[in-house]
DNA sequence: CTGAAAGCGCTTACAG
DNA sequence: CTGAAAGCGCTTACAG
């Protein structure tokens, strides 16, 4: 049988009170109480019962991660990035997949988990973020991704238009007049709004866009941008630079160029986006959009506690996570 | 406020006690009634409190994974194919990272969480094997990671002798006969039991080992695989082929001899273990040890849930992952 | 097959 | 500063 508070406190001949006013460290306790609690919770090994506390305070300190899949770096990276920021704060964090399906996600937005998490972080890739509704009864809610308008729930992205631009103007300013893009037809709106921000750096530098080099493909992943470059070698003038939407995608493209024999950045400059470990030391390595994670985590969990503190009605919250251009070896070679 | 089992059987017009009894799926309820309590339970938007059944039942239907790091690429595949499996089975898991850190793992092994999860998956890095042991009020544990003799727990793992064993073979049979290992220090056995299985390779071709080829390093990630490659190349005698205790050792080598400008396979051979996704994009492609991550998931929670059923007084299971030798062009140019 | 009641282990007003 | 008692929302013997 575990240790209950109750026997903590007969063994430190006090009440059940005072044993859990010491747990919860309130004040006005004397310090010998307090020792004297301390050492029979040492010796009894004693570990509060998550459940019935819980059950009772109508709070567990769990948050729900739901992301699209955990084996992808970039999520595993801010995975592990928000537990942690998580941990430094008392707080446990349930990472769920939800594999892109909509079903799932349904079930993230329907206050999964019968009301054990005390709110949710949600990266969406099925569901448009406009289309994202709360049960009344469902937790609070931080939204990641992309930015958009009218949106009913804090959020916390980077600025993905802004960024594209930084990315593709990069290209530009080393001399490529030939630029693709892959990516265009990506999930819960990354697709569209990177590539606004793709065509304006364009337009800007007075260069026309060219439907023929925005790829759109099925996926994020590694094929998916191996399959979009292969595309785009196939056509009658191939581009000279091509930039992909996330480093995965730019990791397949630099195979499908290694397979075809051709120079990076030579015949054609690559540029990706998330910073994942994998592209720092890929040959050549990956010149890519590098968002802070760690600011990122930090943030989502501070505001989503601060919101199931219980700031319900304070203003909706739009972080913009800091970002840079790490130039490497697949522009600058 | 919450829906709660009164007032779903309130509303159906029957007790508690038969809404639990629709919701657990017990028998001996007539088709009308569990109609009825299925149509209040929809009604209202019903979702049981899980920490109230928890605290009553005793058992949670979590399950505790404890690696690492979530962000390393084979823990990542790892925990995403755990996570699955447990949610075939209406189990939930949560994923804790210990960092490799002795206080981190400790906590684990004292039965973390206070009680919430039913057991514990658990891949130690620091904490040697044979050292492991639970205090008498602790969980249901499955070691994951290298055999050891005279374990305490059930055991799900590769066969890391024999496969490096494969490994090594698979090098000389193309004709290498300097072959370096990097990794030899690793934690939690890992890197004593590959390098057996890489001496016992050796010795079965006739060839001596090496010392001054078997690195150490300080941990499994790219820079350390970089580094001790560093290390090698600068030997009077560099090898002519590298086993790499993981793959993130072997893209970290790969890197370093790509910024030599040496030719692998042609000059360096390499191979690497674990069979991560990056690998078989990489350029060139990583030979590997593809241990069958689905086959360990399934049977790691199915050990673990047998466990927790109850079979407590049942003989530990040793179960050996069924793996494959994955030829690709960093052995075969 | 169903109902009334106890109890899982906590926290928290309420008295003192 | 401390104690006795209620109650969070379930499940489960126990009667009927």
Chains 1, 2 share one sequence.
């Not at 910073?275 to 010149?287: F, N």
């Amino acid at each position: 049988m575990a240790t209950r508070l109750s026997d903590v406190a007969a063994r430190a001949g006090v009440s059940v009170k005072t044993v859990s006013n010491v747990i919860n460290d309130y004040p006005h306790i004397t310090s010998q109480t307090r020792a004297k609690v301390e050492a029979a919770i040492t010796a009894l090994d004693y570990k509060p019962n998550v459940s019935a506390r819980s059950l009772r305070k109508g709070r567990s300190d769990f948050i729900a991660l739901a992301i699209p899949e955990m084996a992808s770096p970039y999520f595993a990276e801010l995975g592990a990035a928000i537990s942690r920021a998580a941990k430094r704060r008392g707080i446990t964090v349930l990472i769920d997949q939800t594999e892109g399906e909509a079903a799932a996600e349904k079930l993230v937005l329907d206050g999964m988990r019968g009301q054990l998490i005390d709110g949710i972080i949600f990266s969406p890739i099925t569901t448009a973020p406009a289309k994202i509704r709360l049960a009344d009864t469902a937790k609070p809610l931080v939204l990641l991704g992309e930015r958009h308008p009218g949106g009913h729930f804090d959020h916390v992205a980077v600025d993905s238009v802004q960024a594209s631009f930084d990315a593709t103007t990069h290209l530009i300013s080393i001399g490529r007049r030939r630029i693709a893009a892959i990516g265009v037809g990506g999930g819960a709106g990354t697709g569209t709004v990177r590539r606004k921000g793709y065509r304006k750096a364009l337009k800007a530098a007075g260069l026309e866009h060219d439907p023929a080099l925005e790829l759109a493909g099925t996926g994020y992943h590694r094929d998916d941008g191996a399959a979009s470059m292969r595309e785009l070698l196939a056509l009658p003038e191939p581009p000279d630079a091509v930039f992909c939407f996330n480093d995965l995608l730019a990791l397949g493209a630099l195979r499908t160029l290694a397979d075809a024999g051709l120079s990076v950045p030579g015949d054609v400059a690559v540029v990706g986006f998330d910073d994942i470990e994998d592209g720092r030391y890929h040959s050549p390595s990956l010149t890519t959009i590098s968002p802070d994670k760690d600011w990122l985590a930090e943030n989502a969990v501070g505001v989503l506690l601060d919101r199931i503190a219980g700031n319900g009605e304070a203003d909706r919250r739009d972080l913009t996570v800091p970002y840079t251009l790490q130039i490497r070896e697949s522009t600058n070679g």
